[in-house]
């Protein structure tokens, strides 16, 4: 048998239909048949939460970029690569453009090792060809000069 209780509103109520739309309370047997079910749609939509969260991140990061703030970018880049599971590829090369780029904030260093990272970790990465490139310029003109 189940209870029908009015949706509270305020912190933490979602809104399905409006403040005190009825919510349907189960006894613990059904609570209990319906926990895997659950579990198993709270884990999908953590991981379509976090794919949103790291492409919007990563959107930031490029506006960031585009803007000519590095600093920014990698600071969005720190928080992308403590929360996120998928796109790490881009961050990697974000990350590369992000110490490339002029500024305080530049690290050549850093950025070869960012693409590295990449060129190593994801070889059927997008881009790949283009860090392996960003590789080959580094060396070229900053660390292999003749």
């Known amino acids: 048998s189940s209870t029908t209780l009015p949706l509270a509103s305020g912190v933490g109520a979602r809104p399905s239909s409006g403040a005190g739309a009825p919510v349907e309370v189960q006894n613990s047997e059904q609570s ?3 926990g895997s079910e659950i ?3 709270s884990a999908a939509s ?3 939460a976090g794919q949103l969260l790291s492409s ?5 990061v490029q506006t960031a970029l585009n803007s000519g703030d590095a600093a920014k970018a990698l600071d969005l880049l720190d928080q992308f690569f403590r929360t996120s599971v998928t796109d790490l590829d881009e ?11 002029n500024g305080p904030s530049r690290n050549i260093r850093r950025a070869l ?6 060129v190593d970790a994801f070889p059927s990465s997008p881009r790949w060809r283009e860090a392996r490139e960003r590789i080959t310029y580094i060396n070229r003109f900053y660390f292999n000069i003749r």
Not at 96 to 101: N, Q
Not at 113 to 118: M, R, V
């Open 113 to 118: 090792d960012a693409y590295q990272t990449l």
């Open 91 to 101: 961050g990697w090369f974000l990350r590369g453009l992000a110490y490339e780029s």
């Open 32 to 34: 209990s048949e319906q």
């Open 56 to 60: 919007e991140l990563l959107s930031q």
């Open 39 to 41: 579990t198993a749609v």
């Open 46 to 48: 953590q991981e379509t």
